[in-house]
C-alpha cells in the first residue's frame, strides 16, 4: 500500500510538472516578444530578403520604411546599402549612386559607407569614367583599416594593364 502512494504521488507530481510545462510554454508563445511580423527589425529583414532575391521593386519601399522609422536603428546603414543595391538590380544606376553617396555623407564611420564607396568605384567603371573610379579607387587604399583596401588595389592593378595594354590602332586606308 505505502509503495502505491509513493506512485501515486510520483504520478501527481510529474503530471503537475507536465502541465506546468505545458502553461509556461503556452505563456511564451503567447507573451509579446518584438519579435512579430511588424516589429522594427524584421521590417529591415524582409526587406534585405527581397534584395537578396531579386524582388528589387518590393525591397525599396520595406527598406525606406525602416528607414522611418528607426533612421538611427543598428540597421539603418544597411538598409540604404541594400536600398543602393537595389537600384543597381532595377538598372537605376542614378538613384543608386544617389543612395551609396548618401550612405558615405551620413554615415561615413561604417564598414557600409566603405564597402559604398568601392561600389561607387564600379558604377565609375561601368559608366566608361575610369578616371573617377581610379581616384575612388585610389581614396579607399588610403584608409588602410577598410577591408576593401586588396580588392581597390587589386582594381587599380587591373586598370593599369589594361591602360597598359591598349594601343591606338592605325586606321586602315
Known sequence: MRNRLVVLRHT???????????????????????CSRN????????????VTQGRFQKAIPVLRRYLQEKPHGKHASRALFFIAKAHIGLG???RA????????????????????????????????????ARQRLQA???????????EAQAMLRYLEKEQESWKPQPQAW
Open 97 to 132: 549612386q544617389a543612395a551609396f553617396a548618401s550612405l558615405i555623407r551620413e554615415m561615413p564611420d561604417t564598414l557600409e559607407a566603405r564597402k559604398a564607396e568601392y561600389k561607387l568605384a564600379l558604377l565609375d567603371l561601368w559608366q566608361d569614367r575610369t578616371k573617377k
Open 92 to 94: 537605376e544606376y542614378d
Open 12 to 34: 501527481q507530481s510529474i503530471s503537475d510538472f507536465l502541465l506546468l510545462l505545458l502553461l509556461l510554454f503556452l505563456l511564451f508563445l503567447l507573451m509579446p516578444c518584438g
Open 39 to 50: 516589429s522594427k527589425g524584421n521590417i529591415f529583414l524582409q526587406g534585405r530578403k527581397a
Open 140 to 150: 579607399i587604399t588610403a584608409h588602410p583599416d577598410s577591408p576593401l583596401v586588396p
